[in-house]
């Protein structure tokens, strides 16, 4: 890689006045330390070289006024080439450019400008024109110049209209994120009142449960005092005769029996036999005595004695 000063030594030597010629020196790279340390080298000649970039660093020497890269292989230039705000003429002949950096918009002292034979934008291109003669490089700074001015407010336009559909989007956004905090404040708020509610029924549930819990003796209490002011208690319902009932029903089996074997000795052929003529003789000496009153009598004579 061959530096400004192998062939010729120091680039103060070659510094003419404010001329600095350092064409056909068969450069790779910008040499842009040593040109800052110039600043009195207003006027830079670069051309003839195989110059492919400019260095970021290339656009701090912003006391150029003239500079030739023409002949080089330079395939862009600097973003912020614009910063060379003290360029009047620049030479760009026979590169590789296709676009320029929006910046250049800025280079307002620029009045003399060569695009000739870079494959240019068609529409960069026929803005340029050819540049054959010195009216027609004046013609080509101010043309490209409007048209850069006209390129950078489109972008800037476009750039706020980026940022105005992201300040959208970011307000719909924000929106939509207060909805859905909004809704669920208002989720939490209600599940708190029914919580709320819940716990409110329970406590009313449980105070009507003691409240009818210390009812209970109160009644018991005010039913003790009445039985002692005299009022008759209740008297126990009586108790059944169960065992009456048993000898009762017993009675009424064995005179349903004594009268059932009376009818089968009087009615059936059992008559004749020594038991139902035992049993006869005892029915009818019964009836005899009915019918003579006396057994009555000896009844009601018994019982007026008691």
């Not at 030597?13 to 080298?41: H, T």
């Not at 320029?100 to 529409?123: G, I, R």
């Not at 024109?129 to 048209?147: R, S, T």
């Not at 029914?194 to 209490?221: F, G, S, V, W």
Request: glycine share 4%; hydrophobic share 35%.
């Amino acid at each position: 890689m061959t530096k400004a000063g192998s062939k010729g030594g120091n680039l103060r030597d070659k510094l003419d006045g404010n001329e600095l010629d350092l064409s056909l020196s068969d450069l790779n790279e910008v040499p842009v330390k040593e040109l800052a340390a110039l600043p009195k080298a207003t006027i830079l000649d670069l051309s003839c070289n195989k110059l492919t970039t400019l260095p970021s660093d290339f656009c701090g020497l912003t006391h150029l006024v003239k500079l030739d890269l023409s002949k080089n292989k330079l395939r862009q230039l600097p973003v912020d080439f614009g910063r060379l705000v003290n360029l009047q003429h620049l030479d760009l002949l026979n590169n590789r450019l296709v676009t320029l950096p929006v910046s250049f918009a800025q280079l307002k002292s620029l009045k003399w400008l060569d695009l000739k034979d870079n494959p240019l934008d068609p529409v960069l291109a026929k803005v340029a024109g050819d540049c054959l003669d010195e009216k027609q490089c004046k013609q080509c700074a101010n043309k490209v110049l409007q048209h850069m001015k006209a390129v950078q407010a489109d972008q800037e336009r476009e750039r706020q209209r980026r940022l105005e559909i992201d300040r959208e989007a970011e307000k719909k956004w924000e929106a939509k994120q207060r909805a859905k905090e909004a809704q669920e404040r208002e989720l939490r708020k209600r599940e708190k009142a029914e919580e709320k509610e819940r716990r409110r029924k329970e406590y009313d549930a449980l105070k009507a449960a003691k409240r009818e819990q210390e009812k209970k003796p109160k009644k018991e209490t005010n039913q003790a005092p009445k039985s002692k002011s005299g009022s008759r208690p209740r008297k126990p319902p009586p108790r059944k005769h169960t065992r009456s009932w048993a000898v009762l029903k017993l009675l009424l089996l064995l005179l349903l029996c004594v009268a059932g074997g009376l009818v089968a000795c009087r009615v059936t052929e059992l008559q004749q036999q020594p038991l139902c003529t035992s049993v006869n003789t005892i029915y009818d000496n019964a009836v005899r005595g009915l019918r003579s009153h006396d057994i009555l009598q000896w009844v009601l004579q018994a019982d007026s004695q008691q």
